[in-house]
């Protein structure tokens, strides 16, 4: 059974402050890792996708991904109150599958 | 409009009814997937089309949920004989191709409560 485990939170962080949300995976031939935004009572959003070892930087946002450790991680720097929302780690076996979410990590960041 | 949209936004029903949720996707988009959430829960994956197909519908929880996309286009998802364990928001979401770079592009979701 593929699963996606996130702390559910709420994560409080200072503004301005780093955020990092985690995320582990239970299946070892996961290809596609992805991070989406879910604002309360909206639709998710993509903020950030990777698909290899290491670090990819998006402005404000870095995804990290660890496959030895299956595990994915996303950083916020200099975290603002509109970044307040819920978010989504999920995952894709290949590329015609259907992601699989996790339940998603509350941030709440603190003016 | 250019996005996802889906109707009705809000559907309260009794115990037992029928109900059809419609998803129009983005133009051009030949994936199409249904997702429901519960409150405090990530989406959980129903039905997945590519084109008119389904190309996975492992997710739907029992033969009570049926899905189609008879054009290609345009999806209704139809729950008989409705459960208030149905009660959720059904998300739709499209994209161009698959879900290659992973970029879902999903609608504001149909609420639905069963009473």
């Known amino acids: 059974q593929k699963e996606v485990e996130q702390n559910s939170g709420p994560l409080s962080v200072p503004e301005g402050a780093i955020a990092s949300l985690n995320c582990t995976y239970s299946d070892r031939g996961s290809q596609s890792f992805f991070w989406y935004r879910q604002y309360s009572g909206k639709s998710p959003e993509l903020i950030m996708f990777i698909y290899s070892n290491g670090d990819k930087e998006d402005g404000r946002f870095t995804a990290q991904l660890n496959k030895a450790s299956q595990y994915v991680s996303l950083l916020i720097r200099d975290s603002q109150p509109s970044d307040s929302a819920t978010y989504l780690c999920?995952?894709?076996?290949?590329?015609?599958?259907?992601?699989?979410f996790g339940k998603g990590t509350r941030l709440s960041v603190i003016a | 409009g250019a996005g996802v949209s889906q109707t009705p936004s809000n559907k309260v029903t009794e115990k037992g009814k029928y109900v059809e949720l419609r998803c129009d996707p983005i133009?051009?988009?030949?994936?199409l997937y249904w997702y429901r959430q519960s409150l405090g829960q990530g989406p959980e994956f129903l039905i997945y089309?590519?084109?008119?197909?389904?190309?996975?519908d492992s997710g739907l929880p029992n033969d009570r949920f049926f899905a189609v996309r008879p054009e290609g286009s345009v999806s209704t998802l139809k729950i008989q004989r409705t459960e208030r364990g149905d009660s959720a928001v059904y998300l739709c979401a499209s994209s161009l191709q698959g879900t290659n770079t992973g970029e879902l592009f999903f609608g504001e979701g149909s609420r639905l409560t069963v009473l």
């Open positions: 133009s051009g988009h030949t994936a």
């Open positions: 089309f590519q084109g008119t197909g389904a190309a996975d």
């Open positions: 999920a995952v894709s076996i290949s590329g015609n599958t259907p992601l699989v």
